[in-house]
């Protein structure tokens, strides 16, 4: 069963820092890998999808990279600011289902 | 256009109880999800639904039932309620070919007295 991990479990930094989450996965036999951002008390919104054949993807300043074989990923925020601050949650889809890590809280201090 | 609605988007009830959550989606995807997010916030799949048909159900008790009467609709009913039901339950709804984002509905956060 596919296990689904990030870290750091929170992170905090300065306005202006570049960052990068971090999600690895047990089994590297996905379809594809999905960054979300979830605001408190809120869904989920999707920030970027990676296919099993692409090693990454880009929107604004957001970068998230795959690596299968070794089964990470990363999402790199740049030049972060306090409107970034929320939930992030990696999830890998199977083909017929998701698992989702357990999330890294990222409060962006002003 | 909201891709992904859910209602209702809170539920207050008491145990023993009986409630639905339903939900829509207007992206003409094949296959649909309920997900609960725990109070650690870990979401886990409860069901799935390809064209009407059920193809995941994970271990929930069988007071959770799900219904798709179209692959555009997928409700859940949820039997005797108990306190440890409390959660945010989400729907969510993709293409079942393996290479489709997942779009996820605002939620409905059910807490039971």
């Known amino acids: 069963k596919q296990e689904v991990t990030q870290i750091p479990a929170a992170l905090s930094v300065p306005e202006g820092e570049n960052l990068v989450l971090n999600c690895s996965f047990t089994?590297?036999?996905?379809?594809?890998l999905q960054w979300f951002r979830q605001d408190p008390g809120k869904g989920l919104t999707s920030l970027l999808l990676?296919?099993?054949?692409?090693r990454e993807q880009t929107s604004g300043r957001l970068n998230a990279s795959l690596d299968k074989s070794s089964g990470r990923s990363t999402l790199y925020i740049a030049a972060s600011q306090p409107g970034d601050s929320a939930t992030y949650l990696c999830a890998v889809g199977t083909g017929n289902q998701f698992y989702f890590g357990t999330g890294t809280s990222l409060t962006v201090i002003p | 256009d909201t891709a992904v609605s859910q209602t209702p988007k809170y539920l207050v009830t008491q145990m023993g109880n009986d409630k639905s959550i339903k939900c829509e989606q207007n992206?003409?995807?094949?296959?649909m999800y309920w997900y609960k997010q725990d109070s650690k916030k870990f979401l886990k799949i409860m069901f799935s639904?390809?064209?009407?048909?059920?193809?995941i159900n994970e271990t929930v008790p069988n007071r959770f039932s799900p219904k798709s009467p179209d692959k555009a609709h997928l409700n859940l009913h949820i039997n005797s309620l108990e306190l440890g039901d409390s959660a945010v339950y989400f729907c969510?709804?993709?293409?079942?070919?393996?290479?489709?984002?997942?779009?996820f509905g605002n939620g409905t956060r059910l807490t039971v007295t």
């Open positions: 992206l003409g995807h094949d296959t």
């Open positions: 990676i296919q099993s054949s692409q």
């Open positions: 089994d590297s036999a996905i379809y594809n």
């Open positions: 969510a709804s993709s293409h079942l070919d393996g290479g489709s984002p997942l779009h």
């Open positions: 639904y390809n064209n009407k048909e059920l193809i």
